[in-house]
């Protein structure tokens, strides 16, 4: 009887449209609250929330929601001066979901979750900054950087820009996910692998780069104009590189094309693969 009764009212209740869930509605009545910050120069966005980080001369946090919602954003500044940001179970917001910083000094960010992270400014001094994302979610930067590492992971997506003027001494990129990495900049030496089914684009300027593809993914880099290019491929992607007048060292052990632009002083090809190397 109690299980005719159970399946009745949950019949009942599809049929009225009504249904339980944990996600909190957000109540329209979107506020602006300040967060207390300490020193920090890293920020990590675990949540789903939208995180933008601009220069400013004293560390700022403030948090733009649904008014009975931000009890739900948590931020707190782990032993490692990381400035985190945490979102408690799942919610739907009405308006803006969105943490927005200011600090004076940043050297690295973590996108992790199907949030947002926007990294802008810090051009004035040139820093060696590291950036990670996972998960669904993105990450975008745009500053000055004597040296970027950069590990991107997940089906979310990165795009880099290193700002300022000079060289970077070296710009450092992994994607082993299936989202899409993206860079332009100007870098002495610029590294890349690709291990996953993302795509990797390359522009601006660098005396050498070191690429290494081993997956399905794909290296778009004729718009990075290269001295010396060396390149291991051995997944089932395809690589296009730029060489401005140097060497290529070229390794190819797969299935997958290589395309290459401009012109080269000096030429060591292997190839073990059906894939072939093509000059254009």
Same mark, same amino acid.
């Given at each position: 009887?109690?299980?005719?009764?159970?399946?009745?009212?949950l019949?009942?209740?599809?049929?009225?449209g009504?249904?339980?869930?944990d996600?909190?509605?957000?109540?329209?009545?979107t506020?602006?609250?300040?967060?207390?910050?300490?020193?920090?120069?890293?920020?990590?966005n675990?949540?789903?929330?939208?995180?933008?980080?601009?220069e400013?001369?004293?560390?700022?946090?403030?948090?733009?929601?649904?008014?009975?919602?931000q009890?739900?954003?948590?931020t707190?500044v782990?032993?490692?001066?990381t400035?985190?940001?945490?979102?408690?179970?799942?919610f739907?917001?009405?308006?803006?979901?969105?943490?927005?910083?200011? %600090?004076?000094?940043?050297?690295? @960010?973590?996108? =992790? #979750?199907? *949030?947002? &992270?926007?990294?802008e400014g810090?051009e004035? /001094?040139?820093?060696?900054?590291?950036?990670?994302?996972?998960?669904?979610?993105?990450l975008?930067?745009?500053?000055?950087?004597r040296?970027?590492?950069?590990?991107?992971?997940?089906?979310?997506?990165?795009?880099l820009?290193?700002?300022?003027?000079?060289?970077?001494?070296?710009?450092?990129?992994?994607?082993s996910?299936?989202?899409?990495?993206k860079?332009?900049?100007?870098?002495?030496?610029?590294?890349?692998?690709?291990?996953?089914s993302?795509?990797?684009?390359?522009?601006? %300027?660098?005396n050498?780069?070191? @690429?290494?593809? =081993? #997956?399905s *993914?794909? &290296?778009?880099?004729?718009?990075?104009?290269? /001295?010396?290019?060396?390149?291991?491929?051995k997944?089932s992607?395809?690589?296009?590189?730029?060489?401005?007048?140097?060497?290529?060292v070229?390794?190819?052990?797969?299935?997958?094309n290589?395309d290459?632009y401009?012109?080269?002083l000096?030429?060591?090809?292997?190839?073990?693969?059906?894939?072939?190397?093509?000059?254009h």
């Amino acid at each position: 009887m109690w299980k005719r009764l159970g399946v009745a009212a949950l019949a009942a209740g599809l049929l009225s449209g009504c249904y339980f869930t944990d996600e909190m509605q957000g109540d329209g009545n979107t506020v602006t609250e300040s967060r207390v910050a300490t020193d920090f120069s890293t920020v990590e966005n675990r949540g789903s929330m939208e995180v933008v980080i601009r220069e400013g001369e004293v560390p700022d946090v403030k948090v733009t929601l649904d008014e009975n919602l931000q009890h739900r954003v948590r931020t707190f500044v782990s032993p490692g001066n990381t400035l985190v940001i945490e979102t408690d179970g799942s919610f739907a917001p009405r308006g803006p979901a969105r943490v927005e910083i200011l %600090v004076p000094r940043m050297i690295g @960010a973590t996108q =992790d #979750g199907s *949030g947002s &992270l926007r990294v802008e400014g810090f051009e004035r /001094v040139k820093e060696d900054v590291k950036l990670v994302a996972k998960g669904s979610g993105s990450l975008s930067f745009c500053g000055g950087v004597r040296t970027l590492e950069a590990k991107l992971s997940g089906s979310g997506n990165m795009e880099l820009c290193a700002a300022g003027e000079g060289l970077a001494e070296w710009v450092d990129l992994s994607q082993s996910g299936s989202g899409d990495l993206k860079f332009e900049g100007a870098a002495k030496h610029v590294r890349s692998r690709t291990d996953g089914s993302g795509f990797t684009t390359l522009k601006g %300027v660098t005396n050498r780069l070191d @690429a290494w593809l =081993d #997956g399905s *993914g794909g &290296l778009g880099a004729p718009g990075l104009r290269a /001295v010396d290019v060396n390149i291991t491929s051995k997944g089932s992607g395809t690589v296009a590189a730029y060489v401005d007048g140097g060497g290529a060292v070229i390794l190819l052990d797969s299935s997958g094309n290589v395309d290459l632009y401009g012109h080269a002083l000096s030429t060591q090809l292997r190839v073990n693969g059906s894939g072939r190397v093509i000059w254009h």
